[in-house]
């Protein structure tokens, strides 16, 4: 045990205690300097296996501390790592050996990134941005499936936490296809009785007056279960399939046309005036179609929660380190308290319109997985009864402004 604050003094009292009948001795026996010196010599050789014995006390329990948080994180069977300042291997526990194939002793100070080599690992334990945790593959067996999140210690010191997911991942898998399959199998049953309610209702005076209401609801919800189907399947392949590969060069200003042109019949229904603010020479580096999907997602939505007669902008400019894309507009507004559950699948704030809009609750989830995707996020403000704004922020590298400047900025440009 450490010494007390003051043990100082007692240790001063004790040695008083033992000078002073010593020096007495010495004095009696005649030899006043010699009887206090071998005291002295004799406190100090005590004093000295005091402060051994201390220090063998500590280490052991030291040890102890560290052996008992290496068993819970065994038993619990979380990889832990230690990295010091330059990404070289300090320690870690037994699990950590296993799931990352690294030998404690051996490898002690060797750089973590050359013992552990898998580019995704390697590119996410030098990017330093570790907000979110990484899924990769175990070292030498593809099939195992491990989670690294990383937080930082000390001055610049790294502390990873490695999880086996294998069977949370399988499972994820699982959902995914059959979400996917379920999507895809209905597909063809939904296009044959969508097809024959269309032909009915291109008929509707062959029909029976009574049967004409119910083909009219039929046909609705056989467009409303389309567009499910269709969210659905496009939901699962923004799940499994990735990115890379499929990306272009975006002119924004065209696919905004584009979006414009598609949504004119709903803006004209409802007597929505849209004004557009977006430079010509602006590309975005994405997957066009995604991309098309998110906006017109927000476009869409626009139309559809803004009363008659309303004002819809849709604004594209630089912001700081950012590149925003907004859609704003004045319609029925958000309550605050559902803002932060909006892109969450089937998340609906008045359920019950639902199938007279034709609204599925997943657009919202769509734009958000698309806009994670392109390093993206999703920024939404909303008064109730005011109306919203919706806000695509994307990283300034994912822009490149064209040097030819296509017909240069419009006149409308911010
Ligand atoms: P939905 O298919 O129901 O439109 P979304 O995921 O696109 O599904 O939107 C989720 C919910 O968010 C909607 O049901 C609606 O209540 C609300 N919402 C989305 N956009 C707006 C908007 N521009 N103004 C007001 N509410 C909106």
Not at 70 to 77: F, G, I, N, P, V
Not at 331 to 357: K, N, Q, V, W
Request: hydrophobic fraction near 40%; proline fraction near 4%.
């Amino acid at each position: 045990m450490d010494p007390p604050p003051r043990a100082w003094r007692s240790e001063l009292a004790r040695l008083a205690l033992v000078l002073a009948p010593a020096g007495a001795a010495g004095w009696l026996a005649g030899a006043p300097l010699a009887a206090p010196l071998a005291a002295m010599v004799l406190w100090s050789g005590y004093i000295l296996h005091r402060l051994r014995r201390l220090e063998r006390d500590a280490a052991d329990r030291r040890r102890t501390l560290f052996d008992k948080a290496e068993k819970s994180s065994t038993d619990l069977e979380i990889g832990i790592v230690m990295v010091d300042e330059d990404g070289n291997l300090e320690w870690c526990n037994r699990t950590g050996e296993d799931l990352l194939g690294l030998r404690r002793s051996e490898d002690r100070g060797r750089s973590v990134t050359s013992l552990v080599r898998d580019p995704l690992f390697v590119e996410y334990f030098d990017g330093g941005r570790y907000a979110e945790p990484l899924k990769f593959s175990a070292p030498g067996s593809v099939n195992r499936v491990l989670e690294c999140r990383i937080a930082l210690y000390g001055e610049r010191g790294r502390l990873m936490v490695v999880r086996d997911i294998t069977r949370l991942h399988r499972l994820e898998q699982m959902r995914t296809d059959f979400v996917g399959n379920v999507s895809h199998e209905l597909g063809t049953p939904i296009t044959v009785i969508k097809g024959y309610l269309e032909a009915i209702m291109a008929n509707m005076e062959d029909l029976d007056e009574k049967w004409r209401r119910p083909a009219r609801q039929m046909h609705q919800q056989s467009l409303r279960m389309k567009n499910l189907v269709n969210d659905l399947l496009l939901l699962s392949s923004l799940e499994t399939q990735s990115l890379s590969g499929r990306q272009g060069r975006i002119e924004l200003s065209v696919l905004i046309s584009e979006i414009q042109h598609e949504t004119q019949h709903v803006f004209d229904s409802k007597g929505h005036a849209l004004s557009i603010h977006c430079r010509r020479d602006i590309r975005l580096i994405g997957d066009r179609k995604e991309i098309y999907s998110a906006l017109s997602n927000l476009v869409n939505n626009a139309a559809k929660y803004t009363p008659r007669d309303g004002t819809i902008a849709i604004k594209a400019y630089f912001s700081g380190p950012f590149f925003d894309i907004e859609v704003i507009d004045n319609g029925i507004g958000i309550e605050s308290r559902h803002i932060p559950r909006l892109t969450e699948r089937f998340y609906r704030i008045d359920a019950g319109r639902s199938s007279e809009t034709g609204s599925t609750g997943l657009g919202l989830a769509i734009v958000k997985h698309v806009l994670a995707r392109h390093g993206a996020e999703l920024e939404i403000d909303s008064d109730l009864g005011r109306g919203s704004r919706f806000v695509c922020r994307f990283p300034v590298d994912r822009i490149e402004v064209d040097a030819e400047g296509v017909d240069g900025p419009s006149e409308r440009d911010r």
